[in-house]
């Protein structure tokens, strides 16, 4: 099965080497162009793309996915599923419609609860006791599409949102 893999920090680390070593076929790794950081501001690449570079995968990093060539260049890699894990941008509707099997959203929350980006803070700041990972299909929508599997942890007194994203990659 050929696969298109999106992430970007070190959460998305694990679910792509899951893949590789389970035998998928990664085409590309989509991943949040390169940023600058520290008091000089030099160029720091996400955790996904030395992860990717690592093992020798394609790496792709569109300043945006609403631009026609992204998607046309997308779409000539053939994937037959595409699978995102914090990727940072929201997938356009011709982006979505490529894979036969469609896109798949790892988000580290139990959805519908903490749909959107910062589903881990927003549990520990809430006092939750649990949180967890849910696989879903992906629409136009945040997080809207519908939950194939879920995972529950809990979520100790200590946990921080470093140590929580941890475990749930």
């Known amino acids: 099965m050929r696969v298109v ?25 989509y991943t949040q162009p390169d940023r600058a950081a520290g008091r000089r501001r030099s160029l720091v690449a996400p955790p996904l793309k030395k992860a990717a570079l690592a093992r020798g995968l394609p790496v792709v990093q569109p300043a945006s996915m ?33 894979p036969p099997l469609g896109c798949v959203n790892i988000h580290p929350s139990l959805l519908p609860r903490y749909r959107g980006t910062a589903p881990v803070p927003g549990a ?28 529950q942890i809990p979520i100790a007194p200590a946990d921080t949102t470093g140590s929580l994203m941890s475990r749930l990659s």
Do not use: C, H
């Not at 970007?8 to 590309?28: I, R, S, W």
């Open 124 to 151: 520990i700041l809430n006092g939750d006791t649990f949180t967890g990972i849910s696989i879903m299909m992906m629409d136009p929508g945040m997080d809207t599409g519908p939950v194939l599997s879920r995972a």
């Open 5 to 29: 893999f999106m992430g970007t920090p070190e959460f998305a680390v694990t679910p792509l080497e899951q893949l590789v070593d389970n035998g998928y076929q990664v085409a590309a790794v």
């Open 66 to 98: 609403k631009s026609g060539p992204v998607a046309e260049e997308l779409a000539g890699l053939q994937p037959d599923v595409i699978v995102v894990a914090a990727f940072g941008q929201i997938l356009p509707r011709p982006v979505l419609n490529i």
